[in-house]
């Protein structure tokens, strides 16, 4: 079973920031939050991932909060090539083996 | 450089039948992963493979094998294939060697959609 609880959908204006929340209650201590996205019936992309300080990179920022129990994925300036479903998975890294959640369907409006 | 590439992307299939398909790493990369994707169980881990061993397996029946190269390329076959089948299989590969570390970003590929009639 996936181990983070995500929205099932969110709305996003174009031009507006899409803030997108994770809670991972249950995350150990050695698990990373990473963050995939999969636009319609491609392969899951990366966006970002992180331990526990705030993260940003070219496509996105990630703030962890202090307990490390939820996450928040922020897409600065959001277009429509951005309307995808978005993964957030705890990972310690050691195989590939990842867990998918159902994830968050991001539709951005024009 | 190259992405995963994935072949083929489309095929149909009749049940009964058996499938393979197959995934090109990236350069250098020695760690592939396949997936299914179905609109009823989501994205499910199907099994990883390192240096040709297979190092983790999903919860699938034995239909599901692979099997994986010296040059890190990597198939799967599905045997006796069954409705339930038709999905999208993704391979992911990686650079992990097997440390434990967080900075092990999986690189997907397009997938092979496979339907079964």
């Known amino acids: 079973d996936a181990k983070t609880t995500q929205p099932p959908s969110m709305d996003c204006a174009e031009g507006r920031a899409a803030n997108l929340p994770c809670n991972h209650s249950t995350i150990s201590g050695n698990e990373y939050v990473y963050w995939y996205r999969q636009i319609h019936s491609q392969g899951p992309q990366y966006i970002i991932h992180g331990l526990k300080n705030n993260e940003t990179n070219e496509m996105a920022s990630l703030i962890i909060t202090e307990d490390r129990k939820s996450s928040t994925l922020i897409l600065p300036h959001a277009t429509l090539r951005d309307t995808a479903v978005y993964y957030c998975?705890?990972?310690?890294?050691?195989?590939?083996?990842?867990?998918f959640g159902t994830g968050t369907l991001l539709a951005v409006q024009p | 450089k190259a992405g995963v590439t994935q072949t083929p992307r489309y095929l149909i299939k009749t049940r009964g039948q058996q499938v393979t398909l197959s995934c090109s790493p990236i350069s250098g990369h020695r760690s592939v992963s396949w997936y299914q994707q179905t609109p009823g169980q989501g994205l499910q881990f199907l099994f990883e493979y390192f240096s040709e061993t297979q190092r983790n397996k999903g919860n699938f029946p034995g239909r599901f094998s692979g099997r994986q190269f010296s040059n890190s390329r990597s198939e799967m076959n599905v045997s006796t294939l069954e409705l339930g089948d038709s999905a999208l299989y993704l391979c992911?590969?990686?650079?992990?060697?097997?440390?434990?570390?967080?900075?092990?970003?999986?690189?997907f590929g397009a997938g092979s959609r496979l339907t079964v009639l």
């Open positions: 998975i705890n990972y310690g890294g050691a195989t590939n083996k990842l867990i």
């Open positions: 992911a590969s990686s650079s992990n060697s097997g440390r434990l570390t967080g900075a092990n970003v999986l690189t």
